[in-house]
């Protein structure tokens, strides 16, 4: 009788969840895991040695050409993080402590910052500060010389301005749900504000923090467009992945593979770093008693809000000059001035193919990153064992895999019989979902976590079967969570342009590949005007999320 009850207690049970998890395990080893180990094999050959060979490898690190890049690679994500935790974290500590003129409108206008794509960032810099920018004109005018925009700094400027927001969100939430008895332990024993901030308040918040600038670190190390319109020879390993692989497309791959490994590589490192961090230093504490917001008045108040709005107009000032420039006149020389439309009509007449793919395929990868996004979650959370952790593993994988790395792994894999994937809008929304689906994942597994299991299990008691509970009660509740991980999914699926431009064909070419090309063409006028529509689009859909989340759900 032991024996019986043992066996069916062990034996498999092949209902929906089992389901559910062969068909998730299925498609991430056919999509990611075929994919990425294709791409790892890829790296040990060479057209130059026969057989296995670390000749690539080699060669990365002993030319300087490959060294430099890694180096410059290094010093812009380094700088970045460092002058996004500079600007972020400060700006969080004002929004939170003061009563900031217009706080609601700034927080709306920051988040707005950071969805517009980077690659846009940087190009309208080069409109206005390039050498031919409208504000290097006029105070050419005036007889001031402006600094290059192009280098280095150009780069790490147009990051920091479009990725501060990251630590500012981070670090803003942990600020809020700080107990305010701790800060008032410290001034009762004389402590003073400023010792306040940097002893306790910065220290508990540190995770947080971490969070932000593992994000700003990310995507600083995916991002292809800024350092490639913007740098002009200052290459980093984006950029480089993308040279060889264009420069090997007659031949093979595997030089390209190997850098994009050493990405990779780079990209795991550093989440082990912050988990290390902070597993050292890591506080629970209760929000019975949030902070108090210090009431100023009159020109205390303008003097607090000065700092802010200051921060917020320079981040909003890419999506500002794309939509002023978008309705300016253009020739082969560039802006000529006056008024026009012929610019939008110059897009929908040569370019709707890219507007009509862009939203097609957006849309048709936000319908599986929401399916799977809220079955994943829920088996995460709530069928913990070790295919749960299996899946939580491989889901975040694509989270430190820049999207011109995956873009190569999906071209070596899906180049050759039996499936030819390659120039398909297939292959454009697989490289979407996998890329896209770990921030539904974790949007909606954070809502479900803080969700009474009682509740699902008062439901099956009274006669629901668990899967009606699930998809008439959990499915609800996780709603909030999956919203807001589904807006981000979308805005960041419409704006995609590291695994676009490695992956289109010319019937699959999206809005983020024309608006680089086109720039690359030197038509100015047509890439102002497809830039405005994405940024139309990220604002709209910005909108409508907060509209109908009530600014109960942060957009991470």
């Known amino acids: ?163 501060y927001p990251f630590v500012y969100l981070y670090a803003s939430g942990a600020m809020n749900s700080i107990d305010s008895s701790l800060e008032e332990a410290a001034e009762n024993l004389g402590s003073s504000r400023l010792r306040r901030m940097f002893t306790i308040t910065f220290p508990v918040i540190l995770p947080s923090i971490l969070g932000g600038v593992v994000m700003v670190f990310m995507a600083v190390l995916a991002d292809f467009g800024t350092p490639m319109l913007i740098g002009e020879g200052y290459t980093v390993l984006p950029v480089l992945v993308y040279n060889e692989y264009m420069s090997e497309m007659g031949g093979n791959a595997n030089m390209a593979s190997a850098l ?146 995956l873009g190569i792994c999906l071209i070596v894999a899906f180049n050759r019989r039996p499936l030819i994937l390659t120039g398909t809008a297939g292959i454009m929304i697989i490289s979407y979902v996998v890329r896209k689906l770990p921030y539904t994942v974790r949007s909606g597994s954070a809502f479900l976590y803080q969700t009474d299991p009682s509740v699902e299990e008062a439901s099956i008691n009274l006669g629901v079967s668990p899967m009606k509970t699930f998809f008439t009660v959990m499915t609800r509740l996780m709603l909030p969570g999956i919203l807001s991980g589904a807006i981000l999914s979308w805005i960041t699926c419409i704006n995609e342009l590291s695994s676009s431009i490695m992956l289109y064909a010319g019937k699959t070419s999206t809005i983020a590949v024309a608006i680089y090309t086109e720039v690359m063409r030197m038509s100015d006028g047509t890439a102002a005007a497809l830039a405005s529509v994405l940024t139309l689009t990220t604002v709209v859909s910005l909108l409508i999320f907060l509209r109908v989340s009530k600014g109960k759900v942060s957009i991470i």
Request: charged share 10%.
């Open 1 to 163: 009788m032991l024996k019986g009850k043992v066996r069916r207690l062990t034996r498999p049970r092949f209902d929906f969840w089992f389901c559910v998890k062969a068909i998730v395990l299925a498609t991430m080893a056919l999509f990611l895991i075929y994919p990425f180990s294709t791409l790892l094999t890829r790296s040990f050959f060479s057209t130059r040695v026969e057989g296995l060979t670390l000749f690539n490898y080699e060669r990365f690190f002993s030319r300087t050409y490959y060294v430099n890049a890694l180096k410059n690679t290094g010093f812009v994500t380094l700088t970045t993080t460092l002058t996004c935790s500079l600007i972020g974290v400060p700006l969080a500590y004002i929004m939170t402590r003061y009563n900031v003129w217009g706080k609601r409108l700034f927080y709306i206008l920051i988040v707005m910052a950071l969805m517009s794509p980077p690659f846009i960032g940087a190009y309208s810099w080069i409109l206005l500060f390039g050498r031919s920018g409208f504000a290097t004109k006029l105070f050419a005018q005036l007889g001031i010389s402006l600094p290059t925009i192009y280098g280095k700094f150009g780069i790490i400027i147009v990051f920091t301005f479009h990725l």
């Open 260 to 405: 994009s490994v050493v990405i990779v590589a780079c990209s795991l490192l550093v989440l082990l770093l912050q988990k290390l961090l902070i597993y050292k230093r890591n506080y629970v504490m209760t929000t019975l008693r949030p902070p108090q917001v210090i009431k100023l008045r009159g020109f205390k108040r303008f003097l607090i809000t000065l700092p802010v709005a200051v921060v917020t107009l320079i981040g909003l000032l890419p999506q500002a000059t794309v939509v002023i420039m978008s309705f300016i006149k253009t020739d082969f020389t560039g802006f000529i001035g006056g008024f026009t439309f012929d610019n939008y009509g110059a897009i929908l007449s040569r370019l709707g193919r890219n507007i009509t793919n862009t939203y097609w395929f957006s849309v048709v990868a936000i319908v599986f990153i929401v399916i799977f996004g809220t079955l994943i979650s829920y088996v995460i959370v709530r069928k913990k064992g070790a295919v749960a952790s299996a899946m939580d593993a491989l889901v975040m994988f694509p989270y430190v895999i820049p999207g011109s790395v």
